[in-house]
């Protein structure tokens, strides 16, 4: 299973798009009246719908086959879950053969489809010389969520394992952030408690190459966004830095992130970064 794509719900799609493809280097996918971008080989990764929430609306995972597509609802059927086929116009829509939607503990949706298509043209972009999705997908959302523990037992039935946890302070409290896998990414998927606001913390691409770090870290202070310095995380151990989108969400541009390998063993950690990822005021 793979992050295949996420939908945002955005106040101003023109500044998303510009940001997307004039900082970022992705590829405008337009498809009709869909305002999408691509980073690699599919037909697209990031859908902006006009919408004033300025959040995310619905992720998708892709399946290996039919096979495991039908015995993960099974599953969660069994659980209790309510999954529903995603309708001839979503399918459509997304460019998947099949697929069905339902909604974690706090209400967003997420989509379980198969055969996500390919792009009929290569990637291409002036800005980056590419970016590292395939088995790994398209890179991993950080979520904000009411109550962690059910949020880790909703997502191991939809079929993440735990990769680790990070528990900082947070004012007088702690904040404790779960990072799970479903793949050889170190995370597709992570959760915080944090009940309220936006449920989207940042949506993450990985770059091929270290320099487009640099690079994109370069253009975005050029173009003016709100951005963090460049750090690595301890846990994923990835080198990037975090950008302001227009909609007020972060996107996290990073390289050489960990991979799951082996005999993984679940590590807590008491920092969100090793070095550096300063916060801008």
Not at 7 to 29: K, N
Not at 75 to 104: K, M, P, S
Not at 117 to 133: D, H, M, N, Y
């Amino acid at each position: 299973m793979r992050l295949a794509y996420c939908g945002l719900g955005l106040a101003d799609i023109e500044a998303w798009a510009r940001f997307g493809t004039e900082a970022l280097g992705l590829m405008s996918a337009d498809r009709g009246e869909l305002r999408r971008l691509r980073l690699d080989d599919r037909a697209w990764r990031i859908a902006l719908h006009p919408g004033s929430e300025d959040d995310i609306r619905y992720a998708g995972f892709e399946c290996a086959d039919i096979v495991a597509l039908n015995a993960r609802r099974g599953a969660l059927e069994r659980a209790g879950i309510v999954c529903t086929d995603l309708d001839e116009t979503e399918l459509n829509e997304r460019q998947v053969a099949a697929g069905f939607h339902l909604c974690d503990p706090d209400g967003l949706r997420f989509e379980l489809v198969i055969d996500h298509e390919a792009a009929t043209s290569p990637f291409q972009s002036e800005l980056v010389q590419g970016f590292r999705t395939g088995d790994q997908g398209l890179g991993h959302v950080v979520l904000a969520i009411g109550d962690l523990d059910r949020g880790v037992a909703f997502f191991e039935q939809i079929g993440f394992a735990m990769s680790d946890y990070i528990t900082v302070p947070m004012g007088e409290a702690q904040l404790r952030i779960a990072f799970m896998h479903c793949n050889p990414r170190h995370h597709s998927l992570a959760i915080a408690g944090l009940p309220g606001g936006k449920r989207l913390n940042h949506i993450m691409v990985e770059v091929a190459e270290v320099d487009d770090v640099l690079l994109g870290y370069k253009r975005c202070v050029e173009q003016g966004y709100k951005t963090g310095g460049i750090g690595r995380h301890p846990n994923d151990q990835m080198l990037s830095f975090y950008v302001q989108t227009p909609a007020g969400f972060d996107v996290e541009y990073g390289w050489g992130g960990r991979v799951i390998a082996g005999d993984w063993r679940v590590e807590e950690y008491d920092q969100i970064s090793i070095w550096g990822h300063e916060r801008a005021a």
